[in-house]
């Protein structure tokens, strides 16, 4: 599904360069689930950015579905993530003058889908995640759990391949983010690949595949 | 996609309400101001132009010395024989007020005037009733406006109901037509049938200087005319019809119809007043300025809270926005607040119109707020807001990277601090600016009517004397009157009714005939009025006739420096010749007065004692009991003139016709410079507020080491004040170079002093002060324990 080859970057600080990703190469296929660890500041986030072309390494190669996304314009590029890349974020990250059902619709609205199609889509992802009832509620009205669960809808509702995940229990109880994880396996078992960056060693262990980051380098895998 | 975005506007502006009231409120005031002066500027540059003709009409005035409106009453006739090929000439003959008589009532009306049955067809009129052909073609006809028929007839048929005018023509009334539009410089409530007058004034038709007041001739050319061409014939015509000698000396100028509110040469015996396109420019300019400062405070707003938004920017990126759509949004969300500014201030002016008429003296109604080119207006208005205030808000905003602002401590940095300086820097400029202009207009109103005079206007009623047989009587009946201080009689006052004749001076070396205002007085004028002698003495009451032609004269200052004498006393015992044929001598020399309006110099003045010519009564009342007392002179003057209706008018009241224009402009500038601060202290006041937020923790912090309230205060203020300060460095020389230009058009002006800058700058401090106070006091009267509080 994508390849990373041989993917750096830094900042400049002074004189001196500081690497946030060193040389990291990486081959995820259709359907894995991978985890990423690693401590504060290895780089965990950066890599998930740069998989979700939110980010742009210094040097290196992307290959994302066999097209090499880094030679492409900005619009190709974003036309790539929005069909096929849904994202869940450890804040959430929801629109907070929008309800429940108009943050799981917005992602359609920009992929210009009817409005009766739309409908319909929207109601099936409530069904799934049992918040038809939350629906006319606004994000501060929702715990945690809730609010990530509409995070995760709304992530889900344009059919992407490829979940990415930056830390989406990390603001969550235990109890809470199990049933997190519970979705993001299934959803795994019905094909979709996911990519998690997470702290923590239970929820990794969710994953097919693990991937030990330090200091911007890939340290280990298993 | 539009729907989605307008509730997010729509929850946006219900969340943020004190943001959006300040931008609402703001645009409101703005596109309001904008609605009430596009309506003014309309209705002032389309005076007259709502003549289906106009643009081919003419009025023929006169140029001799000086530029008069009226020509006599032989040019109409002697138009239509030299130039047949004209398509209409009329003769109109304007009073100003006329004595009516109704059911046995006398009333006295505004607005009456003469005028020939060529009349309608140049100035065309919606008639209710009557047939404009033939309305005005007999003799003791008149043609009512619908008006001035409701007013004497109530709901009854006026038709064929008669009128008596003068005393003397038994009118019938053979038409009604509607009201006619305020925007013309012929605002008549009543024409009577020139043919009713024809006979009573053949006299003057022969005389081309025999000029009644109010004489009008107007022309209409046929199309594709050339009236340079006529124009150039106008020499030839007064030589064939009125002899060489006059030819020489007299112009006829065309002047076209649309320019005569404009022309500001006819400043004397003008019924409506005439003003200068520039002040409605400038008006227009005030109205772009104010819009300015509204989207100042709209991008202020925005690009300050931008960091706010950030979040969303990022979320909506990632969910697959392009930059396009987000500034789409943006704009959309501008776009909502604007049309709910629109619909604010569509209603503000609507509210206001009625009001703002009476003080600007308009005619508009609400109804106007309909017409289609005011809709076009506020449109355009509308779209260029949305795209001045909104468009480059929207392009920061979208330029948000989502990489940025999702972090969970968004470390975002998009201060864009040197632009909001500098946009409030204007803000304060245009203010600045207005305040200026404001208090310059407002001093030079108070010169015009309060200063350098020369005589004593206090408390002075003037009034006519119908009979001057019964003189002698009235002044008794005054003199007695406990009311009355002192009364004089003569030709007018010194403001009131100016005569006007030629003069050389064969002694002093003056052959060309030039002109003087000529005023019959008594011997109690110049010091009723308080004229200042500088020599000799005043007129002596003297048994003169009319054929009289040696005369003891006054003469003011101006006559002698035409003489070219500098000393007073030197002028006494000089000769000049008035008229051509009186011999005077100078008596006495009075300080200069004002006797028409500061617009124009001071012109040479005589003064002299001719108790035929006192047509006018002036009375110096008690200022106790004035009501009491003008109502004893009005029932003893009745009863001596039982056929006259007593009408009076204060002095003071007479000069500040003459600057009624001025008094507009300054109402207009208050008005609007105070909407212009109070929208830039809406502005400020939302800056101040987000400042003040967002520097919390910092105050926090100062206060625990030790920084008191005042402090804090200086903190938030000390920035404004350089703020302020370069606005000023700014504003005062523009302030300057326009006002100093605006007095040129005057005669006698004002010097803008130091002072107007000083209250200008001082009150652009305490406004300030006062809005941005109470949310740097709220600062710093914050328990820092709050502020401090870690997250």
Redesign the interface.
């Known amino acids: 599904m994508l390849q990373l080859k041989n993917i750096y970057k830094w900042f400049n600080t002074g004189s001196n360069r500081t690497f946030i990703l060193k040389d990291i190469n990486l081959d995820i296929k259709q359907g894995e689930f991978v985890s990423i660890m690693g401590p504060s500041g290895s780089g965990k986030s950066t890599l998930l950015n740069v998989m979700g072309m939110l980010d742009e390494p210094n040097e290196g190669k992307y290959i994302f579905l066999d097209q090499d996304v880094l030679h492409m314009k900005e619009k190709q590029r974003s036309e790539i993530y929005k069909s096929h890349i849904g994202f869940v974020f450890q804040a959430y990250h929801l629109i907070d003058e929008l309800t429940v059902y108009e943050n799981i619709e917005t992602p359609l609205i920009y992929q210009n889908i009817k409005s009766g199609e739309r409908k319909g889509m929207v109601a099936d992802m409530l069904d799934r995640f049992q918040i038809v009832g939350k629906k006319d509620l606004f994000p501060n009205q929702l715990s945690g759990g809730q609010q990530q669960l509409v995070g995760i809808a709304r992530a889900l509702i344009v059919k992407p391949k490829l979940i990415l995940a930056d830390e989406p229990t990390g603001n969550l109880n235990s109890k809470q983010g199990e049933e997190i994880m519970n979705i993001f396996k299934e959803l795994n078992g019905e094909g979709v690949t996911i990519i998690q960056v997470t702290h923590s060693e239970k929820n990794a262990e969710y994953g097919s595949r693990i991937i030990h980051l330090l200091d911007g380098r890939i340290e280990k895998e298993s | 996609?539009i729907k989605?975005y307008f509730?997010?506007a729509w929850?946006?502006i219900k969340?943020h309400k004190a943001y959006s009231l300040i931008n609402i409120l703001g645009l409101a005031l703005g596109i309001a101001s904008c609605l009430i002066i596009f309506l003014v500027v309309q209705y002032e540059l389309g005076y007259d132009q709502f003549y289906k003709k106009s643009d081919r009409t003419y009025r023929v005035t006169l140029n001799q010395l000086d530029f008069n409106p009226s020509v006599s009453m032989g040019v109409v006739p002697a138009l239509r024989t030299d130039f047949p090929e004209l398509e209409d000439v009329s003769q109109v003959w304007y009073r100003k007020s006329a004595l009516l008589e109704i059911h046995n009532e006398k009333y006295e009306e505004k607005g009456m005037m003469y005028a020939d049955k060529y009349f309608p067809e140049i100035f065309d009129q919606h008639w209710l009733e009557g047939n404009p052909k033939t309305a005005l073609t007999d003799p003791n006809s008149i043609v009512l406006t619908e008006s001035i028929a409701h007013k004497y007839f109530g709901n009854k048929e006026a038709m064929g109901q008669f009128i008596k005018l003068e005393n003397k023509y038994n009118l019938k009334i053979t038409g009604v037509i509607k009201n006619v539009l305020g925007n013309t410089h012929l605002p008549f409530n009543m024409i009577v049938s020139f043919a009713t007058v024809e006979n009573d004034v053949k006299g003057m038709m022969s005389n081309f200087y025999a000029i009644a007041d109010g004489s009008f001739a107007y022309i209409v050319t046929p199309k594709n005319y050339h009236i340079s061409q006529m124009q150039s014939l106008m020499h030839g015509f007064i030589e064939k019809n009125w002899g060489k000698d006059i030819a020489k000396d007299a112009k006829l100028p065309l002047q076209p119809l649309t320019d005569i509110h404009f022309d500001q040469r006819y400043l004397n015996n003008t019924i409506s007043y005439t003003t200068s396109r520039e002040t409605y420019y400038a008006l227009i300019a005030i109205a772009v300025l104010i819009i300015i400062i509204a989207c100042i405070n709209f991008i202020n707003l925005a690009t300050a809270q931008a960091i706010r938004r950030a979040?969303?920017v990022?979320?909506?990126?990632?969910?697959?926005?392009?930059r396009s759509?987000l500034i789409k949004q943006f704009l959309g969300e501008t776009t909502f607040m604007v049309l709910i500014a629109m619909i604010l201030g569509l209603l503000v002016t609507a509210f206001f119109l009625p009001l703002l008429s009476t003080w600007l003296s308009l005619k508009i109604s609400i109804a106007q707020l309909l017409q289609s080119s005011v809709i076009l207006v506020t449109v355009l208005v509308a779209i260029s807001i949305i795209i001045l205030a909104g468009l480059y808000p929207a392009f920061v905003q979208s330029a948000f990277?989502?990489?940025e602002s999702?972090k969970?401590k968004p470390s975002l940095t998009f201060s864009g601090l040197t632009l909001r300086k500098s946009l409030v820097v204007i803000q304060f400029a245009i203010c600045q600016v207005m305040i200026i202009g404001t208090l310059v207009v407002a001093y030079q109103i108070d010169f015009f009517e309060n200063r350098d005079l020369g005589f004593d206007k206090e408390a002075v009623i003037s009034f006519k004397i119908p009979d001057k047989s019964k003189t002698e009587v009235l002044r008794n009946e005054l003199q007695n009157n406990p009311g009355v201080k002192q009364v004089s009689f003569s030709s007018g006052a010194p403001v009131i009714s100016n005569n006007f004749t030629s003069f050389t001076s064969p002694e002093s070396g003056i052959k060309k005939e030039d002109v003087t205002e000529l005023k019959f007085i008594d011997e109690d004028y110049t010091k009723m009025f308080a004229l200042k002698m500088l020599a000799g003495e005043s007129v002596q009451r003297t048994e003169t006739s009319d054929n009289d032609s040696v005369h003891n004269v006054v003469v003011n200052e101006t006559m002698i420096h035409k003489l070219g004498i500098q000393d007073p006393q030197k002028a006494i015992g000089k000769y000049i010749l008035l008229n051509g044929s009186w011999n005077a001598t100078i008596t006495g020399v009075v300080k200069d007065f004002q006797s028409e309006s500061k617009h124009k110099k001071i012109r040479p003045c005589v003064l002299l004692y001719n108790k035929n010519a006192f047509f006018m009564v002036s009375a110096r009342l008690q200022t106790s009991n004035m009501n009491q007392t003008i109502a004893r002179i009005d029932k003893a003057w009745s009863s001596l003139f039982p056929q006259n209706v007593f009408s009076y008018e204060f002095l003071d009241d007479h000069i500040a016709a003459w600057y009624s224009q001025e008094q507009k402009e300054y109402t207009a500038f208050k008005l609007f410079a105070l909407i212009a601060i109070i929208i830039g202290s809406m502005g400020l006041y939302g800056l101040i507020t987000f400042a003040a937020a967002q520097r919390g923790k910092e105050v926090g912090i100062r206060k625990v080491l030790g920084a008191s309230l005042a402090d804090i205060v200086f903190l938030f203020s000390k920035e404004f004040v350089i703020l302020i300060a370069i606005a000023f460095l700014i504003a005062a020389p523009l302030a300057y170079y326009i006002m100093y230009n605006w007095l040129q058009s005057f005669a006698y002006q004002i010097n803008i002093g130091a002072n107007i800058f000083v209250i200008a700058i001082l009150s652009s401090f305490i406004i300030a002060a006062f809005t941005i106070g109470y949310q740097a006091i709220k600062a710093g009267i914050v328990n820092p324990i709050n502020s401090l509080r870690s997250e």
Do not use: A, D, F, W
């Open positions: 996609m989605n509730k997010t929850r946006y969340k979040k969303e990022g979320v909506r990126k990632v969910l697959g926005s392009t759509q990277r989502p990489i999702l969970s």
